[in-house]
């Protein structure tokens, strides 16, 4: 088992440093990731976002990250984080699915629940991100 995890050390740290990246431990407590569509902004640039559901305790939390991709989908880098999603339900305790509305808009569903969240572009100016319930 110790020469197991030496050689999966070792492995990281070549592949990260063959590609220039930082390779990170995942969090245990992820409990879903949803990536959305790409969208391509007015000066050609790519970016898209990320939902991460994480299990905290006994409440589910939401993080959105948006993405910007470099040319042909190289270098993806995340510019953009918002950790603190205002209304989600205390109640919230498991998600079924993530689909996405629009680029920076998803649909996440609980049992018979839906919630809309979005959309993200107003967030990253300083607008409050809320998670609505939808009918």
Same mark, same amino acid.
């Given at each position: 088992?110790?020469?197991?995890?030496?050689?999966?050390?070792?492995?990281?740290?070549?592949?990260?440093?063959?590609?220039?990246?930082?390779?990170?431990?995942?969090?245990?407590?992820?409990?879903?990731?949803?990536?959305?569509?790409?969208?391509?902004?007015?000066?050609?640039?790519?970016?898209?976002?990320?939902?991460?559901?994480?299990?905290?305790?006994?409440?589910?939390?939401?993080?959105?990250?948006?993405?910007?991709?470099?040319?042909?989908?190289?270098?993806?880098?995340?510019?953009?984080?918002?950790?603190? +999603?205002?209304?989600?339900? #205390?109640?919230? /305790?498991? %998600?079924?699915?993530?689909?996405?509305?629009?680029?920076?808009? $998803? +649909?996440?569903?609980?049992? #018979?629940?839906? /919630?809309? %969240?979005?959309?993200?572009?107003?967030?990253?100016?300083?607008? $409050?991100?809320?998670?609505?319930? #939808?009918?």
């Amino acid at each position: 088992m110790k020469t197991f995890t030496i050689f999966a050390s070792l492995y990281f740290m070549l592949i990260s440093t063959a590609y220039g990246c930082e390779v990170k431990y995942v969090n245990p407590n992820v409990e879903q990731v949803s990536t959305g569509p790409i969208h391509w902004d007015s000066e050609g640039h790519a970016n898209k976002y990320r939902l991460i559901v994480v299990l905290s305790e006994v409440n589910l939390h939401v993080i959105v990250e948006k993405i910007v991709l470099g040319d042909e989908n190289c270098c993806a880098k995340i510019v953009h984080r918002i950790d603190d +999603i205002k209304g989600v339900p #205390k109640t919230l /305790y498991q %998600i079924d699915g993530i689909s996405w509305k629009a680029h920076d808009q $998803a +649909i996440i569903t609980s049992g #018979k629940h839906k /919630y809309e %969240i979005g959309p993200f572009d107003k967030a990253e100016k300083g607008d $409050a991100t809320l998670l609505r319930a #939808k009918e």
